[in-house]
């Protein structure tokens, strides 16, 4: 049991060290987030716009500023959750696979990687949450932060995907990029029409934005909303599994084939050359 703590606070350790190097994604935390979320906020109107909210059923007139800052901030999460974890996966994959061809655990390297996720998204989930409450008060603060928190993990996820299988890494940043834009722009009533189009429910991020609109206008739990998103999380995941699995499935140490050599009962010998001998050349005489 000590043995496989010690593997997995190991690889935990690197892990998020490789995270705390990401310097351009720690100042993405520190600064996109409030300003993303409070120009979301300022800049649009706070005209109520009508909408019917599908996880309680409710009919509900949030005002447009409000619940643009709640699309702005899953956006938010969601991008810096993805880059974060592409970019570590994506980096560390050549650090990953020397571990593995040494004989590393790859299900402490597994778990490393989902513990890292956790953490990055509960942090910067709290702190978006944290940027809203100081705008406005939404009704359930814990049920929103919870909702960004399932939404961090799903896009994490996402981004080990990406980083697990894309060869280039201008390729995983316009797919993390372009993946929430659509996914969330087109659950917002404000900027979409079709927001209430029962194909939304199949966006990745579907359960968290239905979920932290509850917990922005309604005081109605949605526990219901938080497993769908769950389940999209584990969706990822293991899809991420598979990629990290494919990428270090040659990197197994196997047996080495043993040299040719005096010991090996399977290497081929070459026979001695005969050479003529003195009877030989003593019978050519006589027949001369």
Not at 1 to 9: D, G, S, V, Y
Not at 107 to 130: G, R, W
Not at 209 to 227: D, E, K, W, Y
Request: aromatic share 8%; charged share 10%.
């Amino acid at each position: 049991m000590r043995f496989h703590l010690t593997r997995f606070a190991v690889s935990t350790r690197f892990t998020l060290l490789e995270h705390g190097r990401n310097q351009f994604a720690v100042v993405l935390v520190i600064l996109f987030v409030p300003l993303w979320t409070s120009l979301a906020y300022l800049a649009m109107p706070d005209t109520p716009a009508r909408m019917r909210l599908r996880a309680t059923g409710e009919a509900l007139t949030p005002h447009g500023n409000e619940l643009t800052a709640i699309s702005g901030a899953l956006n938010a999460v969601t991008l810096i959750t993805g880059f974060m974890m592409f970019a570590a996966t994506f980096s560390g994959s050549g650090f990953d696979r020397r571990l593995a061809m040494a004989g590393y655990p790859r299900a402490h390297l597994v778990l490393a990687k989902v513990t890292a996720l956790a953490l990055v998204s509960a942090a910067v989930a709290a702190y978006a949450t944290a940027v809203i409450c100081l705008a406005w008060t939404p009704r359930q603060p814990l049920l929103l932060a919870a909702s960004l928190f399932c939404a961090g993990l799903t896009y994490g996820a996402l981004g080990v995907v990406f980083g697990s299988l894309l060869r280039r890494e201008v390729e995983g940043m316009f797919a993390i990029v372009m993946t929430s834009i659509i996914d969330l722009a087109l659950q917002n009533p404000i900027t979409s029409s079709g927001a209430d189009n029962p194909l939304m429910r199949y966006l990745p991020s579907y359960g968290a934005m239905q979920a932290s609109t509850a917990a922005g206008f309604s005081t109605n739990p949605v526990p219901g909303h938080l497993a769908l998103q769950f389940t999209w999380f584990g969706l990822a995941a293991l899809v991420a599994l598979l990629g990290f699995r494919h990428s270090t499935r040659n990197c197994l140490p196997t047996a080495p084939t043993p040299p040719p050599g005096p010991g090996n009962s399977k290497a081929d010998i070459p026979a001695p050359r005969q050479t003529a001998g003195p009877s030989a050349t003593a019978s050519d005489t006589e027949t001369h």
